[in-house]
């Protein structure tokens, strides 16, 4: 019986099409990558086997959400940590993370920030007496049978204070899958990617910078060639993420798109040939500007608590996206206030006005 099963599988396997890299490893087991739904930020888990890696944090209300969801995956060791850069909506909520867990290696860039946020995740790396080191394009480390290969910043960039562009950029390969996260890598270090030896193409990119036009450049995405693009943004975010014209370029390019905006928590599996999701790409195409002209990006640190909603209101709506939220939704904490609009109104009557329901709070 279970040659017949052998059998087919390697019967399935030999008609699965084209092998995209002739110097494939072959691997058992899967890879998964978790896109951690933060609101405005990024918090990645990739498990390979029994082990893991968690690609930043979140903002510093979202350690809680990511220790639960690492816990809710029986984690408790952490093979690698990387905090891509020093921007809150990253690191905010590793302090938590590194105080809960076993981190047996933590990398961040060798890019310091003047902010109580980054201060905090100094003090919770000295108290469990972790070194946390900056790795440079062209090391390479294993996460089991996945391969992790560090792009970005190169031993020579020299982007200053600029944190986006100092961000730590790692491909993941297994198998023949391969994933590409570039944190919040801008204009400049994406050239220097473009300019540099390293193979860009990768099934699935994480958008840059939550989808900003700063990022994401058509080249850039040309050289990636991606099939799928995931975006890690807050609904209704006060930065206008993603922008029409990174989602026109995607669209124009025949990438898939997955929103954790719209989707809450995105989660792929690669079996080293095949990559499965656990929900349908986004078709909505949109963008999170403005209508008729662009906003000011402003610092990440000013993620604001909105004002307080009134006891009457049964839901809050965001008139720019269109969607009908509970009152104690996530995403109503990180809308614009311009966007936000209380209602007493039934699900049925806002409906019919053209709103429709988050999938997150499910109202
Ligand atoms: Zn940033
Ligand atoms: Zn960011």
Redo the contacts with the bound molecule.
């Keep these: 019986m279970l040659w017949l099963m052998l059998a087919l599988v390697l019967m399935f396997a030999g008609c699965s099409g084209y092998s995209k890299d002739t110097q494939q490893q072959s691997v058992d087991g899967t890879l998964q990558v978790h896109y951690i739904d933060v609101g405005q930020g990024d918090s990645i888990l990739l498990i390979q086997d029994e082990h893991s890696m968690l690609i930043d944090a979140g903002d510093n209300n979202c350690g809680t959400r990511v220790q639960s969801y690492l816990q809710s995956n029986n984690i408790d060791t952490l093979d690698y940590v990387i905090g891509t ?1 020093p ?1 809150s ?2 690191i905010g909520g590793l302090d938590v993370i590194i105080y809960k867990f076993t981190c047996n290696q933590i990398f961040m860039p060798d890019c310091s920030k003047d902010t109580k946020t980054y201060e905090d995740v100094l003090a919770s790396a000295k108290e469990k007496n972790y070194q946390i080191t900056s790795p440079v394009a062209g090391d390479t480390f294993s996460l089991g049978q996945a391969k992790v290969q560090v792009l970005s910043p190169a031993v020579n960039a020299n982007y200053g204070e600029d ?2 562009n100092n ?1 730590i950029a790692v491909k993941v390969t297994y198998g023949n899958n391969s994933f590409l996260f570039t ?2 890598c801008e204009e400049a270090a994406e050239t220097d990617l473009l300019n540099s030896e390293y193979d860009l193409q990768a099934d699935v990119m994480k958008a840059a ?1 939550h989808g900003s036009d700063t990022s994401n450049g058509r080249e850039f995405l040309e050289a990636v060639n991606p099939e799928v693009c995931v975006i890690s943004c807050g609904e209704g975010n006060d930065y206008g993420h993603p922008r029409a014209e990174v989602l026109n370029n995607l669209r124009d390019l025949g990438v898939e798109v997955y929103r954790t905006d719209e989707q809450g928590t995105i989660v792929a599996v690669s079996d080293g040939t095949d990559i499965t999701w656990n929900t349908q790409p986004s078709q909505s195409w949109q963008a999170g500007e403005p209508e008729g002209g662009s906003q000011p990006e402003k610092d ?1 640190e000013s993620m604001g608590a909105g004002q307080p909603v009134s006891m009457e209101a049964t839901y809050i709506l965001n008139t720019n996206t269109m969607k009908i939220h509970k009152k104690d939704c996530s995403s109503v904490s990180d809308m614009s206030e311009k966007n936000k609009q209380e209602t007493d109104k039934t699900v049925n009557e806002l409906e019919a006005e053209g709103y429709e329901p988050c999938k997150r709070c499910e109202p």
Aim: proline share 0%.
């Design positions: 850069h921007d909506d990253h944190a986006n961000s944190g919040d910078h990440s």
